[in-house]
DNA sequence: TATTGCGGGGTTT
DNA sequence: AAACCCCGCAATA
């Protein structure tokens, strides 16, 4: 990475939240594949240039039960409908209560959306709504679980083997899987913000539209209200902004050549 | 087994 | 036309 390309791409962001546009360097791994921390399943905007995820929120204990630490479990949905059936057809590991997938409504009641365009030397992406649920577990945390289960069932249960295996294998990989489903609580939702809706930032006429004016971008991106219940957490983590340092603009001449999304480029300031 | 992206088809405004 | 949605398929891991 360049240091042209520092100061032209932002740094990759697992957990976007609110109406946010990033650019990243099409280089970047994590942009590549499209990844988010949330769980965002691709749905068809019927636009091949532009690829749109949306939320599917994250599935909890129906009975909010928390283990002796505070945390609460707090698990990745399934991406597919298949194998998100059979996950909500299982028990919270802490309390055997059934589970519950709390949809994502954060935009406008809907699910959160994510779109992504390619142009050759950059990867576009823009986010669209505030989640209004607990972050899942990321994509890599589930993965690792998944690895670490699979371990414990595969290992024997007694002898030389497993006792090589206990030996070998790091701490966290053969702790019990509850351990890595959790994360610490209360968890920070967005909730200071005015009852305003309506789109602030694009226009209207195409979904990754022509860049708003430069300077325009906003105070703060999260502007809707979250779900009910969550109004009096406080918010800790602040959102990701794009870098001070550079500056969406947009390239008159291209309006001449596509109509599509993600028009815009970015240039270093001063 | 699950993830990912594609695309046909549908509804609503 | 623009946004939503659902569904199945195929490639991949
Ligand atoms: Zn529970
Ligand atoms: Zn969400």
């Given at each position: 990475m360049?240091?042209?390309?520092?100061k032209?791409?932002?740094?990759?962001q697992?957990?976007?939240d609110g109406?946010?546009?990033?650019?990243?360097s099409?280089?970047?791994k994590?942009?590549?594949r499209h990844?988010?921390?949330w769980?965002?399943?691709?749905?068809?905007?019927?636009?091949?240039?532009?690829?749109k995820?949306?939320?599917l929120g994250?599935?909890?204990?129906s009975?909010?039960c928390?283990?002796p630490?505070?945390?609460?479990?707090q698990?990745?949905?399934?991406?597919?409908?298949?194998?998100?059936?059979?996950q909500?057809?299982?028990?919270c590991?802490?309390c055997?209560?059934?589970l519950e997938l709390?949809p994502c409504?954060?935009?406008?009641?809907?699910?959160?959306?994510?779109?992504?365009?390619v142009d050759?030397?950059?990867?576009?992406f823009?986010?669209?709504?505030?989640?209004?649920?607990?972050?899942?577990?990321s994509k890599?945390?589930t993965?690792a679980?998944?690895?670490s289960?699979?371990r414990r069932?595969n290992?024997?249960?007694?002898?030389?083997k497993r006792?090589i295996?206990?030996?070998?294998l790091?701490g966290?990989?053969?702790?019990p899987?509850?351990?890595s489903?959790e994360?610490?609580y209360p968890?920070?939702?967005?909730?200071?913000?005015?009852?305003f809706a309506?789109?602030?930032y694009?226009s209207?006429?195409n979904a990754?539209?022509?860049?708003?004016?430069?300077?325009?971008?906003?105070?703060?991106p999260?502007?809707?209200?979250g779900?009910?219940g969550?109004?009096?957490?406080?918010?800790?983590?602040p959102p990701?902004?794009?870098?001070?340092h550079?500056?969406?603009?947009?390239?008159?001449?291209?309006?001449?050549v596509?109509?599509?999304p993600?028009l815009e480029?970015?240039v270093p300031?001063?």
């Amino acid at each position: 990475m360049s240091l042209q390309d520092l100061k032209q791409f932002d740094p990759f962001q697992e957990w976007t939240d609110g109406y946010v546009r990033y650019i990243y360097s099409a280089e970047d791994k994590n942009a590549q594949r499209h990844l988010s921390g949330w769980a965002m399943r691709n749905t068809n905007n019927h636009n091949c240039q532009i690829l749109k995820k949306s939320c599917l929120g994250v599935v909890l204990c129906s009975r909010t039960c928390s283990s002796p630490d505070g945390s609460r479990l707090q698990l990745r949905p399934a991406i597919c409908d298949k194998a998100r059936g059979k996950q909500q057809k299982k028990l919270c590991p802490l309390c055997s209560a059934p589970l519950e997938l709390v949809p994502c409504r954060g935009h406008s009641g809907y699910p959160v959306t994510n779109f992504w365009r390619v142009d050759g030397r950059a990867i576009f992406f823009q986010a669209k709504g505030v989640h209004d649920h607990p972050r899942p577990e990321s994509k890599s945390e589930t993965e690792a679980r998944r690895s670490s289960v699979k371990r414990r069932v595969n290992s024997p249960p007694f002898g030389l083997k497993r006792r090589i295996m206990d030996t070998q294998l790091p701490g966290p990989a053969l702790l019990p899987c509850v351990d890595s489903l959790e994360q610490p609580y209360p968890q920070t939702y967005p909730q200071t913000y005015p009852p305003f809706a309506a789109e602030p930032y694009y226009s209207s006429h195409n979904a990754l539209g022509e860049a708003p004016p430069p300077l325009h971008k906003p105070a703060n991106p999260r502007l809707y209200v979250g779900r009910h219940g969550y109004e009096l957490q406080s918010y800790i983590s602040p959102p990701n902004y794009p870098p001070a340092h550079s500056v969406s603009v947009l390239l008159l001449f291209v309006l001449f050549v596509s109509p599509a999304p993600f028009l815009e480029i970015r240039v270093p300031v001063s």
